[in-house]
C-alpha cells in the first residue's frame, strides 16, 4: 500500500511548467514510490480554464499529459470523493479567511484551490498517510507555519492594526510543505538535472524564482551552500 504523497498547489506546477523543468519532475515521481497528487479545484486552475485561453493553452495541454499518463493523479485514485474534499475545503475557507481582522472586516488569506489542498492533506493524514503539500505561495506556509509573522506582515502592507483568532493557530499547525525550488534541489542532488555546468543549481533556483516561485535571494544562497 501507497504511503505517502505530495499534494501539488497550482503555483508550484506552474513554476516548473514556466520554467521547462517537467522532465525533472518525472524523475522525481520515478524515484519517489509514492502519489503526486493535485484536487478537482487545482485541475481546473491548471488544465481546464487555462485550455480555453490561447496564452496558456500550451502549458495546459502538457499539464493534461502529466495528468493523463499517470504522473500527476487525483485523490479518486486513493478512493477519496470530490464531495469529501469539497465539504472540507469550505470548512477550511471559512476558518482561514476569518483569522485576520483589519479596519472592520475579516482578511481573505486564501482561495479555493490552496484551501482544496489542505483539504486532501487533512484527509490523508487521517489516513495515515504521510503527506507534504508543494506550495510556492507564500501567504498560505505563513498561515500555517508561521502565523503570527503573517499578521505582522499584513500589518506592514496594510498600514493598520490587524487582530487575529488566534484559537485559529491551532488549526493549521499540522500542515508541511515544500517548494518547487526545494523539489528541483532534490531533483539535481539525486543526478535527474543532466548537465554539469558548475552554474547549474544556480541557473535551476532562479529560473523558478524568476517564473513565481516565492523565494529569496538569501534563501537561494542557503540551499546552494547545501549543494
Known amino acids: 500500500m501507497i504511503q505517502k504523497a505530495i499534494i501539488f498547489d497550482s503555483g508550484s506546477l506552474i513554476s516548473l511548467s514556466m520554467a521547462g523543468l517537467f522532465d525533472e519532475l518525472i524523475g522525481l515521481k520515478k524515484i519517489f514510490k509514492g502519489k503526486f497528487l493535485i484536487t478537482k479545484e487545482i485541475k481546473g486552475e491548471i488544465i481546464d480554464k487555462p485550455m480555453s485561453i490561447k496564452k496558456y493553452e500550451l502549458e495546459a495541454i502538457r499539464l493534461k499529459e502529466l495528468l493523463d499518463s499517470g504522473i500527476l493523479e487525483m485523490p479518486s485514485s486513493l478512493k477519496i470523493s470530490d464531495a469529501e474534499i469539497s465539504k472540507k475545503t469550505y470548512e477550511i475557507l471559512e476558518i482561514a479567511n476569518t483569522t485576520l481582522q483589519g479596519r472592520d472586516r475579516d482578511i481573505h488569506l ?101 517564473k513565481g516561485a516565492a523565494i529569496s535571494d538569501e534563501e537561494i544562497s542557503e540551499i546552494k551552500r547545501m549543494g
Open 110 to 210: 486564501i482561495d479555493l484551490g490552496e484551501a482544496s489542498g489542505l483539504a486532501l492533506s487533512g484527509i490523508l493524514t487521517e489516513m495515515g498517510m504521510t503527506n507534504i503539500m508543494a506550495v510556492d505561495e507564500r501567504t498560505t506556509r505563513m498561515l500555517c507555519e508561521k502565523p503570527e509573522n503573517l499578521r505582522k506582515l499584513m500589518e506592514g502592507k496594510l498600514h493598520t492594526s490587524i487582530r487575529a483568532k488566534v484559537e485559529n493557530y491551532e488549526f493549521f499547525k499540522n500542515f508541511r510543505f515544500i517548494r518547487s525550488t526545494e523539489l528541483i534541489y532534490v531533483a539535481y542532488k539525486k543526478g535527474i538535472v543532466e548537465s554539469r555546468d558548475p552554474k547549474l543549481l544556480d541557473a535551476l533556483l532562479y529560473a523558478l524564482k524568476f
